[in-house]
């Protein structure tokens, strides 16, 4: 049986040097009041101190909530950081940047299924997943500033292919939340947006000998919740800490509870904002241009999740099933600061479960952000100078599905205009986002599958990887070739004899032309 303990006992339980691994996405999953507790102890006493921090996605909201809080504290409590997307803890990144702790970034699918390996007693998780990319240990090994040492990561031939090994270890600690508990410590999570790897990350420290906390927002008696509704079983959970704030207890980054996330209600999709008619609005409707009936379809964070919008706003949503990397699928993914979330899901399944969807080619198509982009078809959105973010799932999901479509606007801080069937450009951008060489490889253009179809949309013109070729196909309406592209990129691109001209109807505000491209 669980035992019910406050937050504050609940950090004087980590020993220093723990490994210690949370799961979820945002502040879905994440036991903020436990977090808050760690932090204040490491303040008061030093202790915990020296942690290992392993997450999968971006665990907070991008302010003061989330995994920063473990950075709050300053230098010595985390000294080891790694996970797919670590963006969003301010705190901690600051840390990072000043080599004042070691950080690594992995591939998100990789992060959440090995959990299951080291819950097996198996070595490790062997996968093509990373190959090319900052991960590849050839090139960075996933090593994200100066400090990093550990190799976390090694390249292995398998039957005369290459491979990637991640390499397990033992977990002395899983952290991580639910809805609610039994006096059993049984664990449901049916206010969660996201049923996330939790059972794995418990399952994991369970059997490496270590400990398992778990902070919910109810306590049931034990034998009144539906076993079907259990999703870290009690045999899994050794302390349970009752939130006592709702503030601990957000179900995304953006909202305290919204119903239609966690399935309780259908919500109209007429209740849904449509996108605001300007540039971004332009990129999303000719990704959607993309797609086509029956297609099974992943949204990344930022302006690729506002597709879901436009094909929404179109009347097409119930012909395709989008579907987003935490598990949710169908209904419409939600972006910032929901994003991972989607409102009416026909299905919530685990996360480590859709990564083996994902990285077995069962997507069609999939829709991820630009960042940088470079004369070989890299794309990085992982670093930026001392803006260290990580890949999230996009290296996994990059890597196995048969039409990837990248997203962005061509230049950053460009003013621009678009209405009456045309783009046109008030002041030209500062930041170029095609380079010669992009900074860190978050997307390997050289080990495109040759199957792939690799597109780069922008709202100036749309160019696809053709023989490890940028190569421009489509150019917008009212835009100069030479000045408007060519004079705004590091590298030349092969340029198509077949160049066409986007279609200016998504440059119209009212559009309605979808259907002749989805059918």
Request: proline share 5%; aromatic share 8%.
């Amino acid at each position: 049986m669980a035992k019910i303990i406050t937050a504050a006992e609940a950090a004087a339980l980590i020993p220093d040097g723990a490994t210690v691994g949370l799961a979820g996405m945002g502040l879905s999953g994440w036991p903020e009041e436990v977090a808050c507790a760690i932090r204040d102890s490491f303040k008061q006493t030093g202790h915990p101190r020296d942690l290992n921090l392993k997450q999968g996605s971006a665990m907070g909201d991008w302010k003061d909530r989330g995994a920063t809080r473990l950075g709050e504290a300053g230098p010595g409590l985390v000294t080891r950081w790694s996970g797919a997307h670590v963006g969003s803890a301010y705190a901690l990144r600051d840390l990072a940047v000043k080599n004042q702790l070691q950080c690594h970034c992995l591939p998100q699918g990789v992060i959440v299924n090995l959990w299951r390996e080291i819950a097996a007693g198996r070595p490790g998780l062997l996968t093509k997943v990373g190959l090319g990319t900052f991960v590849d240990p050839r090139i960075e090994g996933g090593r994200m500033n100066e400090c990093t040492t550990d190799t976390l990561v090694e390249l292995v031939e398998f039957m005369g292919e290459e491979y990637l090994f991640y390499k397990s270890f033992p977990l002395h600690v899983a952290l991580l939340r639910g809805t609610t508990a039994d006096e059993n410590g049984n664990i449901t999570f049916e206010h969660e947006s996201i049923i996330n790897e939790g059972l794995s990350v418990a399952a994991a420290a369970k059997n490496s000998g270590g400990i398992v906390i778990v902070q919910v927002e109810y306590l049931a008696k034990k034998g009144t919740l539906n076993p079907k509704d259990v999703k870290i079983p009690g045999i899994l959970v050794d302390y349970v800490v009752v939130a006592t704030s709702k503030d601990a207890c957000w179900q995304t980054e953006g909202v305290y509870y919204e119903p239609s996330f966690s399935g309780q209600i259908k919500k109209p999709l007429a209740a849904i904002e449509p996108l605001p008619f300007d540039e971004r609005k332009v990129i999303c409707r000719r990704c959607a241009m993309e797609i086509r009936k029956g297609d099974i379809i992943n949204l990344g964070v930022g302006m690729p999740a506002d597709t879901a919008k436009v094909v929404a706003e179109e009347g097409y949503i119930d012909e395709v099933t989008m579907s987003t990397e935490s598990g949710m699928v169908g209904g419409v993914p939600s972006a910032l600061p929901n994003f991972g979330s989607a409102y009416n899901p026909e299905a919530t399944i685990e996360h480590g479960a859709m990564f083996d969807i994902i990285d077995g080619g069962g997507l069609d198509m999939t829709c991820l952000g630009i960042g940088e982009a470079d004369q070989y078809g890299n794309i990085n959105v992982s670093k930026f100078g001392p803006r260290l973010t990580g890949p999230g799932g996009f290296i996994d999901i990059t890597g196995a599905t048969p039409k990837v479509v990248f997203c962005g606007t061509f230049m950053g801080k460009a003013r621009l205009e678009v209405g009456d069937g045309k783009l046109v450009i008030r002041k030209e951008g500062t930041i170029r986002k095609f380079l010669k060489n992009v900074e860190q490889i978050t997307f390997s253009g050289k080990y495109a599958k040759p199957d792939q179809t690799i597109l780069y949309v922008t709202e100036r013109g749309v160019f696809r990887l053709i023989d490890g070729k940028m190569t421009l196909e489509e150019i917008a309406p009212g835009i100069d070739l030479e000045k408007d592209i060519l004079a705004q990129m590091d590298f030349m691109p092969e340029i198509s004899k077949d160049l066409k001209t986007m279609d200016p109807g998504i440059f119209c505000e009212t559009w309605g032309g979808l259907g002749k491209y989805i059918e």
